[in-house]
């Protein structure tokens, strides 16, 4: 099986979508927040409440997440798909940047920020990390989980390409 026939099969799998963040304290004088889009997300158990997530190997949340055991996820919205367009892209500028314009508040428990408007977030504290060929599964303890009102439908991923559910 080739790497395009297996791109190809997984791609007709409809995922959510979510804006995994963590806080950098270490990264210059105040720190700085670190985001990924991911539709590589699932919960594992409701007891104790744990959820995972797929980073690749390397990558700068791989890198933070090592040391860093605090994380949050927001699952965004229809709404919000420029959000998950702009922490998606190849060669992207740093993320202070992405950031700049974002509406964001801080996770009471992990400083993470977390999307305004996002459909769901989730502040976690890893438990586990489990490396898998080129990505690292990273499985975290839910330590609080916010479901606000539901304005819009959530952004899916299915073909390569950001979708609704109309």
Partial sequence: MSEDE???ALSRFTAGVVLVTAHDP???????????????????????????VSVRNGSRMDELLERQPH??????????????????MKGRISD???????????????????????????ECRTEQRVTAGDHTLVV???LQAAAPAEESG??????????TLD
């Fill in 154 to 163: 959530p952004l899916t991923y299915y073909r390569g390409r950001y979708r």
């Fill in 26 to 52: 270490e990264e210059g004088p105040r720190g700085e927040d670190v985001g990924m889009t991911a539709t590589a997300f699932m919960s594992v158990s409701l007891d104790p409440p744990l959820v995972m």
């Fill in 6 to 8: 297996f791109r190809a």
């Fill in 96 to 122: 202070r940047l992405l950031f700049a314009d974002m509406a964001v508040v801080r996770g009471e428990h992990t400083d993470a920020p977390l999307a305004v408007g996002a459909l769901a977030t989730l």
């Fill in 71 to 88: 994380w949050a996820v927001s699952v965004l919205s229809e709404a919000q798909r420029h959000i998950a367009g702009r922490f998606a």
């Fill in 140 to 142: 975290g303890r839910v």
